[in-house]
C-alpha cells in the first residue's frame, strides 16, 4: 500500500504498522519524506483515514511540482523525486541525494546523474545547479 513512501514516525508502534504497509520508515524529518507526526492522526484509526492522509501529505508533492514549474508537468519518478528532494531541503549533497533516493551513499550507478542531465537536458542547464557539490534547484 505504501510502496516507495518516505515517512517518518517517532512512535515505534507506528513505525511498525508503517514498516508492515510497505512505506520506507527514515530515522528524523529530514525534509525529503512526510512526517508522519504532522499528519495529526486521531487513535484507533482506519486504514481508510491513514490512506488519506498520506495521499494529502503526497498530493503536496504534486503541488510541489506545479509550483516550480507554473503549470502541471509529468516527469518520471526519479525526476520528480530529485526535484522534490532538491526544493523542501534547499540543496543536497549528491552523496545525501543518493541516499534519500534509497541508494547507498557511495553507490557507483549513475541513475541520479543521468535523471539530472535529463532535468538539464529539458528545462536548461541552470535548472539543477552544482554548487561546491551541493545540488539545488536553479531557475528555468
Same mark, same amino acid.
Request: hydrophobic content about 45%; aromatic content about 8%; proline content about 4%.
Given at each position: ?37 504532522? $499528519? ?5 484509526? *482506519?486504514?481508510?483515514? @491513514? &490512506? /488519506? =492522509?498520506?495521499?494529502? #501529505?503526497? !498530493? ?25 528532494? $532538491? ?5 543536497? *549533497?549528491?552523496?545525501? @541525494? &543518493? /541516499? =534519500?533516493?534509497?541508494? #547507498?551513499? !557511495? ?34
Amino acid at each position: 500500500m505504501l510502496d516507495g513512501v518516505r515517512i517518518f514516525s517517532s512512535d515505534a508502534i507506528w513505525r511498525q504498522i508503517l514498516t508492515d504497509l510497505g512505506a520506507t520508515v527514515v530515522d528524523g524529518p529530514d525534509g525529503t519524506g512526510i512526517d508522519f507526526d504532522s $499528519l495529526g492522526l486521531d487513535m484507533p484509526t *482506519s486504514v481508510p483515514v @491513514l &490512506r /488519506a =492522509a498520506i495521499q494529502r #501529505a503526497a !498530493d503536496d508533492d504534486i503541488r510541489i511540482i506545479h509550483d516550480i514549474f507554473g503549470r502541471n508537468v509529468h516527469l518520471p519518478m526519479i525526476q520528480a523525486k530529485i526535484v522534490i528532494l $532538491l526544493y523542501k531541503s534547499g540543496g543536497m *549533497s549528491g552523496a545525501d @541525494l &543518493r /541516499a =534519500a533516493l534509497g541508494y #547507498a551513499p !557511495d553507490a557507483t550507478t549513475h541513475s541520479v546523474d543521468t535523471a539530472i542531465y535529463q532535468l538539464r537536458r529539458t528545462f536548461g542547464r541552470n535548472f539543477i545547479q552544482n554548487d561546491n557539490g551541493v545540488y539545488r534547484i536553479g531557475q528555468l
